[in-house]
């Protein structure tokens, strides 16, 4: 019967036997390769997004880079000066209006609604859902990165 004599990483010895494993390379694209693939997101929503001063664009790259190592990543971030998600709203489409007041210009700390009413953005490509469209237009372009980076290509 066969008898572990260690573990330390990746290293074990077992009935004389030695297995090295070693995984820096293979880590190092991997994070190579999740970086890359968050890039590559965010570069294929920008020309999606709604732009009036680049605010919601700089906010959503700056959150994500704060997010650099994690699985997570924001489609889009950012609050107005009153704290209201307008990020959200602008993702969705829709016009929001304070639960009170009914205007788009809520007071501060008011609870916001979402109506039917559809959003209207001054950029050509800008509208709604811009995660889903840049993936139905760019997954198979990120998948062959992500390939090529795990390949150390």
Known sequence: MSELYKIKGFDLEADGIEVH??????????NKAHRNLKA????????????RNGDLIKKTD?????????????????????????GRMQYEGKVMVGKETGSPWARKDEEKVVTDRPLTWGKPNAGPHWFEVAKARYLDQWLKHVQEDLDGK
């Open 21 to 30: 494993v070693h995984m820096r390379t293979t880590s190092a694209r991997i």
């Open 62 to 86: 700056t959150a994500n880079a704060q997010l650099l190592d994690d699985e997570r990543m924001y489609a889009a971030a950012g609050t107005d000066a009153g704290g209201v998600p307008y």
């Open 40 to 51: 590559n997101i965010m570069a294929g929503m920008v020309p999606f997004m709604p732009y």
